[in-house]
């Protein structure tokens, strides 16, 4: 079953997408050259303690006997396609791009978003993968309406970021979202128009196109968490939350002005 948010449920969730992009946005402004992705990380840290929420990444297992995920956000640099562990020995170089994910839990409801951001100037086929990547997680959303299924999503995905070269990852998918950081429904970024659940108002939708520059193969490193592309290509990583509602998509993880 598909959760289905009542006007209590999309309050509640308006205000942990709230706080989640605002601590995105915080990122975004720290990833500077010469920071490491664990002072990122803490620092990320440190503003979702002050807005009174807690990382629903920080400590998390898919399965019973996995390691828990040791970081408060995930951060996935070049070739690292999500779920990347901030770490002392790894500091943002110029030329480096790097995945920011955030999803925190705020008042027993949960926000999740990413980016991917430029460590100054980037080679012009990584500025292309970014620009593409971001590109499509705005076309797909715009398919997140009532009455569609969410096929249509991920075939609008992959059918606008195939053509223009680049390979979706297949193996890790978007996701409903709420009470819990996934609920169903699965949103893959590929797929066929016309299959899948039917869109109804009051879904809660983290799309999130996983986007690389050669193969749509990944791999999961030694740590149990950061997965990487199979051919050690760039990879980019954008997201929201979206609200489904009778007069179109509306995106809960805009960062206040």
Known sequence: MI?????????????????????????????????????????????????GARSACFNYRTSRGQRAYPAYTCISMNEEVVHGIG???RILRPGDIVSLDVVVEYGGWIGDNA????????????????QVSEAALYHGIGFAKVGNRIGDISHAIQSFVEAEGF????????????????????IPNFGRKGTGDKIRPGM?????????????????????????TADGKPSAHFEHTVLTTETGPEILTIPAA
């Open 87 to 89: 770490t002392i020995k």
């Open 167 to 186: 390979s979706v990852v297949r193996d890790m998918v978007g996701h409903g979202v709420g009470r819990s950081m996934h609920e169903e429904p699965q």
């Open 204 to 228: 809660t939708l983290a799309i999130e196109p996983m986007v690389n520059t050669g193969t749509h193969r990944i791999e999961t490193l030694g740590d149990g968490w950061t997965v990487v």
């Open 3 to 51: 959760p289905i948010k009542n006007k209590e449920g999309i309050a509640g969730m308006r205000e942990a997408c709230r706080v989640a992009a605002a601590v995105l946005a915080k990122m975004r402004s720290l990833a500077v050259p010469g920071i490491s992705t664990y002072d990122l990380d803490q620092e990320a840290k440190k503003l979702i303690e002050a807005l």
């Open 115 to 130: 980016t991917t951001v430029r460590i100054g100037p980037v080679p012009p086929a990584v500025e292309r993968l970014l």
